[in-house]
């Protein structure tokens, strides 16, 4: 649905699963947003309006194919690619969470510390503009510490208010950020839903020959969506577009890109579907979000009273399990089902105008914020996240930073001062722990390359970027 | 370095927001109608001052100082705040040191009118207004006044509105209400 995003969706849908069973409730979130990363790539394709930021590289070959009266086979292809992309990561996340979280079962206060780091350094410097991603997470920073503080239970930024003591949950915030802000984008937007031309879906399934030319394709896809997918910050905007500039470097017919080539589809809709399972990696195993909505899935597990982060593992394996299983399901789930929609699809949209989206959003994220702590105190806040969230939008300050921000936030404060505890007050002692030392390292070098690259004398890489 | 990151992010969001208003009519694709109404990309001066003062005024008026670094806990409970504080502080210098240097001041932004606009300012107020009477109107109430004034903000048409508020007022009652039991105020006290 073009103008809802997959992180707006899915805030949407949480309070929904606030009365589900655990399980229940996480694998819906899960189903919900494979499908809306599927889902983005067939407006893309049909209609040259992506569902979602991250499908907007999908227009390029998508579009140029349905004009060219193929887009049943740019739907295929982007079906199959997504599929076995999404497959991927979530081999990926079977593979490697559980060794990582008894890893990671050993990691102390410093570690932890290293880690947070890791993630707001990731953050501020991969998304979007560094100072306007700085001032975002700053703000969540300071929401974060709003109430209680987590060492010695001082009060803070309270204002002597009783809703503020036990302090500000950032479900609200990302719903108000996310819907609020995005409902009243469009309902003043004055955009008419495209139509979607005819077209043949079963007719246009690839030959043989063109799904053996992908296969290279979609592995690459899929092994840059996985590695984007795991850094805090990466997500699968900077997943698809680095997979589609690497699918045209590699490619034998570069001058097709961007003139309907099936590489520049099937690269990166398998990278952007490879980042759903491998954005669960660090949210499962250390607790910390990848992107937004490992963030809402993290705090649908916390509504739950569970924590994620090394000893889910140990202490709630079956839903683990459940959960792993559940992602495997949902993705081959979503492919089955969007064969189904597809051929339909195109009316679907059509009748659907963004203004009166705008309008059902606005008040399902009301009822939502308000269903979620059942107090007005949520609807508050949301509402307020959606005001801001609408100028933070408007100046193009990223809205990620803040809402991760808010989920890394209270992690970084109780393990740096639990840390500082430990070594007595000496900051140095950070560096006497090998690992500790290695990921602050890594989070140093995340802030100096990106500076030093931006420092160097200008040739323009952006071209290379789009290059279509 | 300014010029460069602000052609950059402009490019980005290029990528990212391509075309939203094309319009396809009767299976003939027609090329993109863009409506672009001006607005300003960069944060304004006052902006960013304002948001430095308010950093400053919430780091300096709600954090004890005397709480730093105490010998059980050497960071202390306010250690957190400064940092944000710091971060807001410094990414505004930033952003103030970028559009002092950036030559191009007045990019578009697609979707958001001008802030002139005055049915923006109304709507955003209306949000509030719509929480704060809540309780005191009911849910139903509130939510039927809110959608008509969206709709002669918007120039919505009647029917498509009156639809939509019907299912949500629906939806509201029945999943809301009856299955997650939500305290919804739903009629005026």
């Known amino acids: 649905m073009p103008g809802l995003s997959t992180a707006g969706a899915i805030a949407l849908a949480l309070p929904f699963t606030v009365t589900m069973p655990a399980l229940r409730g996480i694998v819906f979130l899960i189903a919900m947003y494979s499908g809306s990363v599927y889902g983005g790539s067939?407006?893309?394709?049909?209609?040259?309006?992506?569902?979602?930021?991250?499908?907007?590289?999908?227009?390029?070959?998508?579009?140029a194919l349905t004009k060219a009266g193929q887009a049943g086979k740019a739907l295929w292809v982007a079906l199959i690619s997504g599929t076995i992309g999404g497959l991927i990561g979530a081999a990926m996340l079977i593979v490697v969470a559980k060794p990582l979280a008894a890893e990671a079962?050993?990691?102390?206060?410093?570690?932890?510390?290293?880690?947070?780091?890791?993630?707001?350094?990731?953050?501020?410097?991969?998304?979007?503009?560094?100072?306007?991603?700085?001032?975002?997470?700053?703000?969540?920073?300071?929401?974060?510490?709003?109430?209680?503080?987590?060492?010695?239970?001082?009060?803070?930024?309270?204002?002597?208010?009783?809703?503020?003591?036990?302090?500000i949950s950032f479900?609200?915030?990302?719903?108000?950020?996310?819907?609020?802000?995005?409902?009243?984008?469009?309902?003043?937007?004055?955009?008419?839903?495209?139509?979607?031309?005819?077209?043949?879906?079963?007719?246009?399934?690839?030959?043989?020959?063109?799904?053996?030319?992908?296969?290279?394709?979609?592995?690459?896809?899929?092994?840059?969506?996985?590695?984007?997918?795991?850094?805090?910050?990466?997500?699968?905007?900077?997943?698809?577009?680095?997979?589609?500039?690497?699918?045209?470097?590699?490619?034998?017919?570069?001058?097709?890109?961007?003139?309907?080539?099936?590489?520049?589809?099937?690269?990166?809709?398998?990278?952007?579907?490879?980042?759903?399972?491998?954005?669960?990696?660090?949210a499962l195993t250390l607790g910390i979000p990848a992107s937004s909505t490992s963030a809402i899935l993290i705090g649908a597990l916390?509504?739950?009273?569970?924590?994620?982060?090394?000893?889910?593992?140990?202490?709630?394996?079956?839903?683990?399990?459940?959960?792993?299983?559940?992602?495997l399901i949902a993705t081959v789930a979503v492919s089955a089902i969007a064969m189904c929609l597809i051929p339909f699809v195109g009316r679907l949209i059509t009748s659907l105008q963004p203004r009166y989206i705008g309008l059902v959003m606005l008040i399902l994220a009301v009822l939502g914020s308000f269903a979620f702590e059942n107090s007005l105190f949520g609807a508050e806040i949301a509402i307020a996240a959606g005001i801001v969230g609408y100028f933070m939008r408007r100046y193009d300050f990223p809205l990620a930073p803040l809402v991760l921000t808010m989920v890394i936030g209270p992690i970084l404060e109780s393990n740096v001062r639990q840390a500082m505890i430990i070594f007595g007050g000496?900051?140095?002692?950070?560096?006497?722990?090998?690992?500790?030392?290695?990921?602050?390292?890594?989070?140093?070098?995340?802030?100096?390359?990106?500076?030093?690259?931006?420092?160097?004398?200008?040739?323009?890489?952006?071209?290379?970027?789009?290059?279509? | 370095m300014g010029g460069r990151s602000s052609n950059t992010s402009e490019k980005r969001r290029q990528i990212q927001k391509p075309q939203i208003d094309n319009q396809v009519t009767g299976g003939a694709i027609q090329e993109p109608k863009t409506k672009r109404p001006r607005g300003n990309l960069a944060p304004g001066y006052t902006g960013i001052i304002l948001a430095a003062c308010i950093a400053g005024v919430i780091l300096t008026s709600h954090s004890n100082l005397k709480q730093f670094g105490t010998q059980s806990d050497p960071l202390g409970p306010?250690?957190?705040?400064?940092?944000?504080?710091?971060?807001?502080?410094?990414?505004?210098?930033?952003?103030?040191?970028?559009?002092?240097?950036?030559?191009?001041?007045?990019?578009?932004?697609?979707?958001?009118?001008?802030l002139k606009e005055p049915a923006i300012w109304i709507a955003l107020g209306s949000l509030v207004v719509y929480l704060w009477a809540m309780p005191y109107l009911g849910f139903y109430l509130d939510t039927a006044l809110l959608l008509g004034e969206f709709t002669l903000l918007f120039k919505l048409k009647l029917r498509s509105v009156i639809l939509v508020g019907l299912a949500m007022e629906l939806l509201a009652y029945l999943l809301f209400i009856r299955l997650l039991r939500v305290l919804i105020p739903g009629w005026p006290i």
């Open chain 1, 302 to 327: 916390e509504v739950h009273g569970i924590r994620p982060g090394p000893f889910l593992f140990t202490s709630h394996g079956t839903l683990v399990e459940g959960i792993l299983a559940g992602l």
């Open chain 1, 426 to 468: 000496d900051p140095y002692g950070f560096f006497k722990q090998p690992v500790a030392f290695g990921i602050i390292c890594v989070a140093a070098a995340l802030i100096v390359i990106p500076l030093a690259v931006r420092l160097r004398p200008r040739h323009d890489t952006t071209s290379e970027l789009e290059g279509v």
């Open chain 2, 78 to 114: 306010w250690f957190m705040p400064w940092i944000g504080c710091l971060g807001i502080f410094f990414g505004s210098i930033l952003l103030l040191f970028h559009r002092t240097r950036s030559k191009d001041k007045d990019q578009m932004i697609e979707e958001f009118g001008s």
């Open chain 1, 171 to 282: 479900i609200p915030v990302l719903i108000g950020l996310f819907a609020i802000s995005q409902a009243m984008v469009l309902i003043r937007s004055d955009t008419i839903a495209p139509k979607a031309p005819p077209f043949h879906f079963w007719s246009g399934f690839p030959t043989l020959k063109e799904l053996r030319r992908l296969t290279k394709f979609i592995a690459l896809g899929s092994g840059l969506g996985v590695f984007v997918g795991v850094k805090p910050g990466g997500g699968s905007v900077v997943a698809s577009l680095l997979s589609y500039s690497a699918a045209k470097q590699v490619s034998s017919r570069k001058e097709e890109f961007g003139h309907g080539a099936l590489e520049g589809l099937a690269t990166p809709e398998a990278a952007d579907k490879a980042t759903v399972g491998a954005a669960l990696v660090p």
């Open chain 1, 42 to 63: 067939i407006t893309a394709t049909l209609l040259n309006t992506p569902g979602a930021p991250e499908s907007a590289v999908m227009t390029y070959d998508g579009y």
């Open chain 1, 105 to 167: 079962i050993h990691f102390g206060p410093a570690e932890y510390t290293a880690l947070a780091l890791l993630g707001l350094s990731a953050l501020t410097m991969l998304t979007g503009h560094p100072a306007k991603a700085l001032v975002s997470s700053s703000v969540g920073l300071l929401l974060a510490t709003v109430g209680p503080d987590p060492i010695m239970q001082v009060s803070r930024f309270t204002f002597g208010t009783r809703a503020l003591s036990g302090g």
